[in-house]
């Protein structure tokens, strides 16, 4: 059984165009994670859930919402995608907030801007 | 910043070997982790340490913390083929975020 799913694995679309990921957890967790790894491997948080409400908001353009629907789902729609938006975007969750607990990662989403 | 330093950028040694990766960081901490990542995979969590510990044990990993000087070292003993990967430190203060370094991709050569 997979903990922390994430789909698609690949997402290639030409600029302008809307996205959505989706992220599901079956470990009871209360806490979900967006995080953006770049080409050079620098892992940066975008945003954290804890049951359903926003606890953590980086400095991320407004063309990112994240919605969770319910605790075991945290999804990810990008608007109007631009080049630099390429990158992998894994989706995480841990028991506490506050990284006070490990946290389980997805497998990532490669995402191409053309 | 709070983020963690990786040191070195890139390690390369022989299977059998020890390798060891050091993380620096510049602020205070709750705890500190340790992560692995495999080509095209996600983070796994290896270990986490508590400032108040200096030193945790989980099969051939070892790792201490020294919050003097603010660095933690990764120790695998007996490398394997399979332990190529880039490994992450991260660290946490208060209720903040977890925050990580750019990793060390270490290779194990047969």
């Known amino acids: 059984d997979t903990a922390v799913s994430q789909t698609p694995k690949y997402l290639v679309t030409q600029m302008g165009n809307d996205k959505s990921i989706k992220c599901e957890q079956n470990l009871g967790h209360d806490t979900m994670y967006w995080y953006k790894q770049d080409s050079k491997k620098f892992l940066k948080i975008m945003f954290s859930y804890n049951n359903k409400e926003l606890i953590i908001n980086e400095t991320v353009p407004n063309r990112f919402s994240p919605k969770s629907p319910d605790k075991a789902h945290l999804n990810l729609h990008i608007n109007s995608l631009e080049l630099g938006d390429s990158a992998v975007y894994f989706c995480?969750?841990?028991?506490?907030?506050?990284?006070?607990?490990?946290?389980?990662f997805g497998n990532g989403t490669r995402l191409t801007v053309t | 910043s709070q983020q963690g330093e990786e040191d070195p950028q890139a390690l390369s040694i022989q299977e059998g070997e020890n390798a060891t990766m050091n993380c620096s960081y510049k602020?205070?901490?709750?705890?500190l982790q340790w992560y692995r990542q495999n080509s095209g995979r996600g983070l796994v969590h290896l270990i986490l340490i508590r400032s108040n510990e200096r030193e945790k044990h989980s099969g051939r990993l070892r790792v201490t913390l020294d919050t003097s000087k603010k660095s933690s070292s990764l120790l695998i003993t007996a490398s394997r083929a399979a332990d190529t990967a880039s490994y992450f430190c991260a660290t946490s203060r208060g209720a903040q975020k977890l925050v990580f370094g750019q990793g060390t991709r270490l290779t194990i050569n047969p």
């Open positions: 602020t205070s901490i709750n705890n």
């Open positions: 995480a969750s841990s028991q506490e907030t506050g990284g006070n607990s490990p946290l389980h």
